[in-house]
């Protein structure tokens, strides 16, 4: 096990709706990266959080939002669910310490919009 | 252009055989490390192996080896003496900082099937 948990683990919405998915990180980890996943195809990058404050984030619309507590949990959030909104929602967390940083990933939550 | 590419979208070896999983990568940084992940269908991503950019031998962990041939931009894990419980998808990803952040950049995957 990595450590890393999310939930809920499974998800259900219908379009339109706004959902928040949860993460809690490993211990001592100050970094938490979130990937979106969909059906047959690899984890693409959403957005990456440090010490509370987004410091990247790949090419998703502003409809995707998140935090990081000072706890170093985080959140994501989706407003107006699309039906392309269903994929696998993975967390990644990490001590950020250059090339060799290892991501430890959450079973992730598999988001179905309806 | 896709930044990891991996042509294999499944594979099938049998228990105790070798499998070779091919990963390709482009990129125009000279620090970049490059990561093998497995995911069972249980959803969770699980680290394998790394390989630094300037990291001059091949790295190894147990049964998992990584090809790394920089000239040629790839670097194939290969596991030896498969077992059933090897069955799952597998991802090469590769960390970059382009803008001056991290993050992983995940190729399509390779699904590989172990037969008794």
């Known amino acids: 096990e990595t450590g890393v948990t999310q939930s809920p683990t499974h998800l259900i919405k219908t379009r339109g709706q706004q959902v928040t998915l949860r993460c809690s990180s490993q211990?001592?980890?100050?970094?938490v990266s979130w990937y979106q996943q969909a059906l047959g195809q690899g984890p693409q990058f959403i957005f990456q959080?440090?010490?509370?404050?987004?410091?990247g984030r790949g090419n998703f619309p502003p409809r995707f939002s998140g935090l990081q507590f000072p706890n170093y949990s985080s959140e994501l959030n989706v407003n107006a669910l699309e039906l392309d909104d269903s994929a696998l929602y993975l967390c990644?967390?990490?001590?950020?310490?250059?090339?060799?940083?290892?991501?430890?990933f959450g079973q992730g939550t598999r988001l179905t919009v309806v | 252009a896709q930044k990891i590419t991996q042509t294999q979208p499944g594979m099938f070896v049998q228990e105790k055989e070798a499998v070779t999983l091919d990963c390709t990568y482009d990129?125009?940084?000279?620090?970049?490390?490059l990561f093998w992940y497995k995911q069972p269908s249980s959803g969770e991503m699980i680290f394998l192996i790394y390989?630094?950019?300037?990291?001059?031998q091949n790295a190894t962990e147990g049964r998992y080896s990584l090809n790394f041939q920089k000239a040629r931009k790839s670097a194939n894990l290969v596991i030896s003496a498969s077992q059933l419980g090897d069955s799952a998808m597998y991802f090469c990803?590769?960390?970059?900082?382009?803008?001056?952040?991290?993050?992983?950049?995940f190729g399509k995957g390779t699904m590989l099937l172990v037969s008794p």
């Open positions: 959080y440090y010490r509370e404050e987004e410091n």
């Open positions: 990803a590769m960390r970059e900082a382009p803008f001056g952040y991290s993050t992983l950049t």
């Open positions: 990644a967390s990490s001590l950020e310490k250059g090339m060799n940083t290892e991501a430890f």
């Open positions: 211990s001592g980890h100050n970094t």
């Open positions: 390989q630094g950019s300037y990291d001059e």
């Open positions: 990129t125009s940084d000279q620090s970049y490390g």
